[in-house]
Each structure stands twice: as structure tokens, then as C-alpha cells.
């Protein structure tokens, strides 16, 4: 794999993309690819969001689940640190306990296939002002233009968490089908 992100990646795209399983990896590029000529006289280009990596740690993928859930008393916390604690200790609990669940994905019990490598989030990001479009409405704008990425995903085997049943519905996950769940 070269060490240089493609044309249509920026560099830290191109990093986060890196540390997904060869298969993942090589159906995002194609997606990627695509994605620049079908974006290319529009205003938005596909991209991944700073603060969510491809592949993610046991910890990371905890820190996603307990956004927007309170700490119960007494109960027991499967990993050596206190989140909450933790949480209050860097003085943001309340955007920890504020936020919309993320995910059901706990990272120790129940695995994210993110954790392996095996999914990835995606956006459209308007050119011009960097904003992002996590998942359009009905008449937005952007929706027909988001739905044709959602479908070069699809045709490369991607499930789109769009598909899924409410309130399980996330929008920017994609995840590539026929692959063992698991540790890596």
C-alpha cells in the first residue's frame, strides 16, 4: 500500500482509512474513488469525520456507549476505569451524560465491527465552509447526492446502518458484509 493518500483523500483520510481489514479497505477505496467523480461538479465531496477512527479501541468504542447514558449506582464497570469518573475528572460529564446515544455497541460484551476494522463512517462535507452533512432529510438537498454513495457502498457489499430499524438507524456507518465478527 502506498504511503501517499490518493488524489481524492485527504491525508488523514487516508490514515484512518489505513487501519481498516484488507477487504474493508480495498471496497472503501473503490467507494472513495467513485464517490470523487460523482462529487466532482457538485458541492460536497465524501468524507471521514475527525473525531471517529476507522478501527477502534476497546476504550474508544466504550466512550461512544456511554454518551448519553447515565451512570447506574453500584454497578459494576467492565474495564479497569471509571469512565464517569474519569469523565467529571476532565470536567465534561455533561457532554458525556447530554448527548444522544451513539451506539449500543459497549466494545467488551457486545463488539462494534469497527473494533476489527471491518466499518467505517462516512459524510458528505460541503466544500466551500468544511460543514458536515451527517445524514440528510427528506428535502435536502443533499439527499439524492448521499444516496448515490450510499448505493456505490452497497454495490460493493457495505450494510448501511440508514437501513436499519429505529432507533438503531446511524447514518454515516457502513459496514462490510461476510466478514467474521470478532477480534483481530
Known amino acids: 500500500m502506498s504511503l501517499d493518500p490518493p488524489p481524492y483523500l485527504r491525508a ?3 490514515g484512518q482509512l489505513q487501519t481498516l481489514e484488507p477487504p474493508t479497505l480495498a471496497a472503501a477505496l473503490e467507494v ?3 464517490a470523487d467523480g460523482i462529487l466532482a461538479e457538485s458541492p460536497y465531496r465524501l468524507s471521514l469525520p475527525a473525531e471517529l477512527p476507522c478501527k477502534r479501541k476497546d476504550r474508544e468504542q466504550f466512550g461512544l456507549f456511554i454518551r448519553g447514558r447515565e451512570p447506574i449506582p453500584g454497578a459494576p464497570v467492565p474495564i479497569p476505569f471509571d469512565p464517569w469518573k474519569h469523565a467529571c ?7 458525556v451524560n447530554r448527548r444522544a446515544r451513539v451506539t449500543d455497541c ?3 460484551e457486545v463488539l462494534s465491527n469497527h ?3 471491518q466499518a467505517l463512517d462516512a459524510q458528505l462535507r460541503l466544500r466551500r465552509t468544511g460543514a458536515i452533512v451527517w445524514h440528510p432529510g ?3 438537498e443533499s ?25 438503531r438507524t446511524d447514518y454515516p456507518h457502513f459496514q462490510l458484509l461476510h466478514q467474521p465478527k470478532g477480534r483481530p
Open 12 to 14: 488523514r483520510e487516508w
Open 32 to 34: 472513495f474513488e467513485v
Open 89 to 95: 475528572r476532565r470536567n465534561d460529564w455533561h457532554l
Open 106 to 108: 459497549d466494545g467488551f
Open 115 to 117: 473494533q476489527p476494522g
Open 138 to 140: 427528506p428535502d435536502d
Open 143 to 167: 439527499r439524492e447526492v448521499f444516496l448515490l454513495i450510499v448505493a456505490e457502498f452497497k454495490r460493493r457489499g457495505f450494510e448501511w446502518g440508514g437501513d436499519w430499524p429505529k432507533p
